[in-house]
């Protein structure tokens, strides 16, 4: 029996009875539809969610630097850290004990409408401190290089400490008092996303904080690339202190790909198992359908048999059919799916992730449902006598 003639065969056997053999495709097409959709929407919400990772926390950095009798990290050391590729901005801070509690005035007068005395935490940092703490100068600006080598008397406050100590404007350089000095107030920080604890605080440039007891580093903040933390989080110990990195603590992200991965696993694990019970459903009405077409065509089967048609061709050719459906089934489930996913995707304004794989694979997957399914019902005709069949 010639290929073409089995096929043309199948298909006849098919269109036969067309209204059944849709609907016994209808359980492949809702199992196969059920996993397009399960393990697209799984790698589009993981996709979705790396979108969406807080892009603040996957890329921040920090590096503690301990307490030692010598400084582990200087001021000028954060300029190697920006040299790195994937570092965006860097920041080195001081802080210490004895500077977290310092009287901080806003002038010499009593003002009964306002607190003009305060005590606040007093911090040094480096002049890229803004951009490391992902803030925006409100009012004013930052201290920079100009301001460290002349040693000027100035400071940042952070939103909160101006608003407590009502420095309202910049353009008649308002001055507070730290203990019994004077210091010009340049600029207000503020809309901070990182170390928001700083927006209370009293910033110097590092020149002045020496009189606070903040001479060390003790901390750098880094933020890089999105992808790149890990690596920098490798690097930035030796960038700073290459004789003494194993003695920086070094404080990095989780890998938004990991996030990804694992929400994916997860709604995998949930809902493959719904796809897989609908194939199996499908499976099982297909060898119903094709058992009970098996049963009705009895008489067909006696007459190919004594026409000379062996036991392998009756088998092949409901063997085929059965298939057909399974493949009918999958390309149609497959298709159903990808544009459920789109639609998905569009409501919820996502970009919609599906492997070309899967696409192509869930026919395969289909016809090899409707092979197994027909199994059966193709070694039952294949076993009929001619003479059994006809009487």
């Not at 539809?33 to 399960?38: G, P």
């Not at 910049?170 to 010009?184: E, K, M, N, S, W």
Request: charge should be positive; include cysteine; hydrophobic fraction near 50%.
């Amino acid at each position: 029996m010639k290929i073409l003639d089995l096929w043309n065969e199948a298909a006849a056997g098919l269109l036969a009875r067309p209204v059944r053999s849709a609907l016994t495709a209808l359980g492949t097409v809702l199992g196969i539809a059920t996993l397009v959709i399960t393990l697209g929407t799984a790698a589009t919400a993981g996709n979705q969610i790396v979108g969406r990772f807080d892009e603040l926390t996957a890329t921040s950095v920090t590096v503690d630097v301990p307490g030692d009798d010598r400084p582990l990290v200087g001021w000028d050391d954060v300029r190697e850290v920006t040299r790195l590729r994937g570092v965006t901005s860097a920041a080195a801070v001081a802080e210490a004990k004895e500077s977290a509690n310092i009287s901080v005035r806003a002038n010499e007068l009593v003002d009964p409408s306002r607190m003009t005395e305060l005590t606040l935490t007093v911090v040094a940092s480096s002049p890229g401190l803004p951009e490391a703490v992902k803030g925006r100068m409100l009012q004013g600006r930052y201290f920079d290089a100009g301001h460290l080598a002349r040693g000027d008397r100035v400071v940042v406050l952070g939103e909160r400490a101006a608003q407590l100590l009502g420095v309202t404007r910049l353009d008649r350089a308002p001055a507070v008092f730290i203990g019994t000095h004077a210091y010009t107030v340049i600029g207000v920080l503020g809309d901070l996303r990182r170390e928001k604890s700083l927006g209370s605080a009293v910033l110097l440039p590092p020149t002045i904080g020496q009189r606070f007891g903040l001479r060390e580093v003790t901390r750098v903040l880094i933020n890089t690339s999105i992808g790149a933390a890990d690596l920098i989080a490798k690097q930035a110990p030796l960038a700073l202190s290459p004789s003494n990195a194993a003695m920086l603590q070094v404080t990095a992200p989780q890998s938004p790909t990991r996030a990804r991965d694992g929400v994916e696993n997860d709604v995998n694990a949930l809902f493959l198992i719904l796809g897989l019970v609908s194939l199996v459903v499908g499976a099982v009405g297909i060898a119903n359908v094709t058992l009970v077409t098996v049963m009705e065509r009895v008489t067909e089967i006696g007459l190919r048999r004594a026409l000379g048609a062996a036991r392998r061709h009756v088998a092949a050719q409901f063997l085929l059919e059965s298939s057909l459906t399974g493949l009918t089934g999958g390309v149609v489930g497959a298709s159903v799916g990808v544009v459920a996913i789109v639609v998905i995707c569009a409501v919820k304004q996502w970009t919609p992730v599906l492997d070309v794989r899967l696409a192509v694979a869930a026919p395969i997957a289909g016809a090899l449902v409707g092979l197994l399914a027909g199994l059966y019902p193709a070694l039952r005709a294949a076993r009929m006598e001619p003479v059994d069949a006809l009487r």
